[in-house]
């Protein structure tokens, strides 16, 4: 890690459309960690599914059919399936001396309270730092509207007036799309549900003992990024 010695799992929290997986990439490359996107994982398991396949996590089945539906509702998933997921590649990358940089996750007070214990067993409750991207609903509509993302690698294209009739990613080539979840009606749903579950997520938190700091996302992407980086500090 490039500029930190003590901080190894950096959480990025902040509603639709605020960046988080674009902060998450760039302090990724900046300390050499992990980026975990929640959301690219949820989508990679999505690939290729047919009608009837499941996850079983604690005796319980979770038709993926089903959970990719209610996702593409504007609805959380169910919190016991991504939880197994996200646990699942933390230990892997634990086991691999990685940094971790979470996107989007945890999403749900139950999810934190799985992945908590995990963190503080594997890394050290001293060692994590959330960081909280605050945006208005409006600008997380307008955000989702126009941003794109590439066909291949899932890298994110910031709109700009420079780039608004960009056709391909300038990265790999690759053709530019919208994510599934970018419908206006599907961002404010997700808007007020995140609404409502993050604060005691927040405070869960801080009983733990996490250090959590919040940010302005309304700002320019170098204005939000400097912001966490004097957090982390």
């Not at 699942?88 to 139950?110: D, V």
């Not at 609903?137 to 420079?162: A, D, F, G, Q, V």
């Not at 966490?228 to 500090?233: F, H, Y």
């Amino acid at each position: 890690m490039k500029d930190s010695k003590k901080i190894k799992v950096i959480i990025i929290l902040g509603p639709p459309g605020s960046g988080k997986g674009t902060q998450a990439g760039l302090l990724a490359e900046r300390f050499d960690f992990f980026h975990f996107e929640t959301s690219e994982i949820i989508e990679k398991k999505f690939e290729n599914i047919k009608r009837g396949d499941f996850v079983r996590v604690d005796g319980e089945r979770y038709f993926l059919w089903k959970e990719r539906e209610i996702r593409n509702s504007g609805k959380w998933m169910s919190p016991p399936l991504i939880s197994f997921w996200v646990k699942s590649k933390i230990k892997q990358l634990a086991r691999e001396r990685k940094g971790i940089i979470l996107s989007g996750s945890p999403k749900t007070l139950y999810e934190a309270r799985q992945m908590v214990p995990l963190l503080k067993n594997l890394f050290g409750i001293s060692n994590v730092i959330a960081i909280l991207i605050k945006q208005e609903l409006k600008t997380s509509i307008w955000r989702n509207k126009h941003r794109k993302i590439c066909e291949l690698m899932r890298h994110p294209i910031l709109y700009s007036k420079e780039n608004a009739k960009l056709r391909n990613c300038p990265i790999d080539g690759s053709k530019l799309i919208q994510r599934e979840d970018s419908n206006p009606e599907v961002v404010k749903s997700k808007f007020l549900e995140y609404k409502e579950r993050i604060m005691p997520i927040i405070t869960y938190f801080k009983k733990q003992g996490i250090k959590t700091r919040e940010v302005n996302g309304g700002q320019a992407v170098i204005g939000v990024l400097k912001d966490i980086l004097k957090a982390i500090k």
